[in-house]
């Protein structure tokens, strides 16, 4: 049962919040009426003298809630009703940054014509000019601009400026009002992005435009997180790319192949590689990044198809037996085949992915150059450097096909890695019990292939299972065909 004295409490509560409704009621009318687009209440309140500056719980005002709805005529009358264009709600947000997030040039003329101040940021350093630049209204732009706005400033957050946020949408219009305000082109991020870089990542061809005619460099390139910087700096191998990546590489790595042509008429070279690797290498694993839980393929932009765009690289003098300098994530994250000393071709190969052999063959690619550990295009393309069966890029059919193709140009069979591996190996990690077979009936010699590894497996160990990390993976019809491989021979 309860107390008495919880009557008593209860009773005084529902008094207080019955007096409470109604000295609520009697503010909160004004902004319930502009929630209602009530004109006629609005006029009648405020000439009852109502105080325009009363906020709800949250902080936001009838100025809030008239821009918030884009009421031109509701917020002149509370101005001159002397409302405060000035206030912030308990989120840092005023009036002037939702009338940018509206894109309304006319409720920030007249919000900065009564005193708002161009530069008084969200709490996390986003500035109304950020964020007219992200909503895309050039002239909504130039008139903070007009009024002062300090066309450099960067949040909190990442380090991005107004020019960023115009350029990663793509508003042409927005940026050239910035660039002829003279904002810094150059500016970074916190994560070592320029304007530019920004438009090449989302594909903005008409905003990369305006920014070389800018004087930006075309073969501007991101700068690595402060601690890769730092440790590469201190002659210290970080085992990541401590260099940036090219405009040119971005483009091709989100499959912006129209940008990157135009990119490379633009004077881009196609060789740059400071993060490691060209976009040659990187085309590879953008056309097949694998399968299964790896990431998909980017969406991209524009007509032009991935090979046409690796002929205009080459045609542009890109080297097509270019050597990879550092290690990558190439699609799928759980590939161990060494990418350093890797070749486009054997990348490629690797994916299984025939169109593109054949075209880097007709390019001139060398198809037997392998990579720092002795690993061949033939034995990439039999599946040395699978980590998950099922995962990488590639079907049985696809690396039956360009083993074949390898060997057909003179790949040596007998191959065996600085790790160890065989080709045999390789279908075994990979689980293709054809690509076993035509390997033994093609001269793959078993004194060669049938030896332990450096991990100390032999493709028969793989087959039956091995552990690697969590996973047991076993492939009854591989084992079967290295046995039948093993007696054959």
């Known amino acids: 049962m309860r107390q008495p004295g919880w009557i008593f409490r209860s009773l005084l509560m529902a008094v207080l919040l019955a007096g409470g409704t109604a000295v609520l009621s009697a503010q ?24 325009v500056n009363r906020a709800e719980p949250d902080g936001t005002t009838a100025l809030h809630w008239a821009v918030y709805q884009d009421d031109l005529s509701t917020a002149k009358l509370l101005i001159a009703s ?10 840092g947000v005023t009036p002037l940054s939702l009338a940018c997030t509206n894109r309304s040039p006319d409720m920030i003329d007249l919000l900065l014509q009564s005193g708002a101040d161009p530069n008084v940021a969200l709490p996390r350093g986003e500035t109304p000019l950020m964020t007219c630049a992200r909503t895309g209204n050039p002239s909504a732009v130039k008139l903070l601009l007009t009024h002062g706005a300090n066309v450099n400033a960067k949040e909190m957050w990442r380090g991005q400026t107004a020019l960023m946020w115009a350029a990663a949408e793509g508003h042409t219009d927005a940026v050239q009002a910035l660039i002829d305000a003279r904002a810094d082109v150059h500016a970074r991020s916190n994560g070592g992005l320029t304007a530019l870089l920004f438009a090449v990542r989302e594909g903005k061809g008409d905003v990369v435009s305006a920014l070389l005619k800018a004087g930006v460099d075309v073969n501007e390139a991101t700068l690595p997180p402060p601690n890769v910087r730092s440790r590469a700096a201190g002659g210290g191998d970080t085992g990541e790319a401590a260099g940036g990546t090219s405009a040119l590489v971005l483009a091709v790595a989100n499959a912006h192949f129209d940008l990157a042509s135009f990119l490379l008429d633009a004077g881009a ?38 090979l046409e765009l690796v002929e205009r690289l080459v045609k542009h003098g890109a080297n097509v037996n270019a050597r990879m300098t550092r290690k990558a994530v190439m699609g799928s994250p759980g590939t161990d085949l060494n990418n350093i000393g890797a070749t486009p071709f054997l990348l ?42 099922g995962e990488d890029a590639g079907s049985e059919s696809d690396a039956l096909e360009a083993v074949k193709l390898i060997h057909q140009l003179g790949g040596d069979i007998n191959t065996v890695d600085k790790n160890g591996d065989s080709a045999v190996h390789g279908a075994a990690y990979k689980q293709f019990p054809s690509v076993v077979r035509f390997l033994s009936k093609n001269g793959a010699k078993v004194d060669i ?33 290295i046995r039948e491989a093993m007696n054959v021979n």
Do not use: Y
Request: glycine letters at 8%; charged letters at 20%.
């Open 28 to 51: 909160g009318r004004l902004i319930d009426a502009i929630k209602q687009h009530d004109s006629a209440s609005i006029r009648t309140l405020l000439q009852q003298h109502v105080d």
């Open 348 to 389: 490629a190969a690797r994916a299984a992915d025939l169109d593109l052999m054949r075209l880097l063959l007709k390019l001139g690619a060398d198809p037997f150059l392998p990579n720092a550990d002795g690993t061949t295009p033939l034995l990439a393309a039999a599946g040395v450097g699978t980590h998950a069966p």
């Open 82 to 91: 002397r409302a405060d264009v000035k206030i912030a709600n308990k989120q």
């Open 269 to 306: 070279d196609p060789n740059l590689a400071a993060q490691g690797w060209t976009a040659l290498h990187q085309i590879t694993w953008v056309r097949n990044p694998g399968q299964g839980d790896n990431p998909p393929a980017p969406e991209g932009s524009g007509n032009m198809d991935s």
């Open 449 to 481: 292939w049938n030896k332990k590894n450096r991990l100390g497996w032999t493709p028969l160990n793989i087959s039956e299972g091995v552990q690697r990390g969590n996973n047991l993976r076993i492939s009854a019809p591989t084992a079967a065909a």
